[in-house]
């Protein structure tokens, strides 16, 4: 007889429970993002670029259009430059880290740690046309307040 009680105690609480009636309780699950800061630029963003001086010593390039943060602030004006140099060559790809961010803005100077690297205009790593006036991208590998 015990046991038969114990087995309708269970099937109704199932009952229940599929029904909606009993639920566990459980902590709501909330996804959280980071909040940004004004002027951060994120890590992913993709930053255009135009080739100036192709040495391979001494690479520089001028980021052709605006970079936003998340309040669509002007993170790193138009015009500002990226200085770094050729890595390497593999077949006919150019392998350039940038190290240094000049803002347009204000002329200051960034270290970029860790370095961008270049890649082609839809982001694939190196650059295969390797001389001046030649579009390239990189991509911002950390999350970064850029000082205005």
């Known amino acids: 007889m015990e046991r038969r009680k114990l087995t309708w105690a269970l099937l109704i609480s199932l009952v229940l429970m599929f029904c909606g009636v009993v639920q566990a309780q459980q902590p709501p699950v909330m996804a959280q993002r980071p909040q940004s800061e004004p002027y951060?630029?994120?890590?992913?963003?993709f930053l255009n670029i135009t080739?100036?001086?192709?040495?391979?010593?001494?690479?520089?390039?001028?980021l052709y259009e605006n970079v936003y943060d998340d309040f669509e602030n002007v993170a790193i004006p138009r015009g500002s430059r990226l200085f770094g140099r050729q890595i390497s060559k593999v077949n006919d790809r150019y392998d350039v880290y940038f190290t240094q961010?000049?803002?347009?803005?204000?002329?200051?100077?960034?270290?970029?740690?860790?370095?961008?690297?270049?890649?082609?205009p839809l982001g694939s790593a190196g650059i295969t046309n390797f001389k001046p006036d030649a579009t390239a991208a990189t991509i911002w590998r950390r999350d970064q307040v850029i000082p205005h």
């Open 51 to 62: 080739l100036e001086r192709v040495d391979p010593d001494h690479v520089s390039a001028m």
């Open 40 to 45: 951060e630029v994120t890590q992913g963003t």
């Open 101 to 120: 961010l000049q803002l347009g803005s204000t002329g200051q100077t960034l270290t970029l740690d860790p370095p961008l690297q270049a890649t082609s």
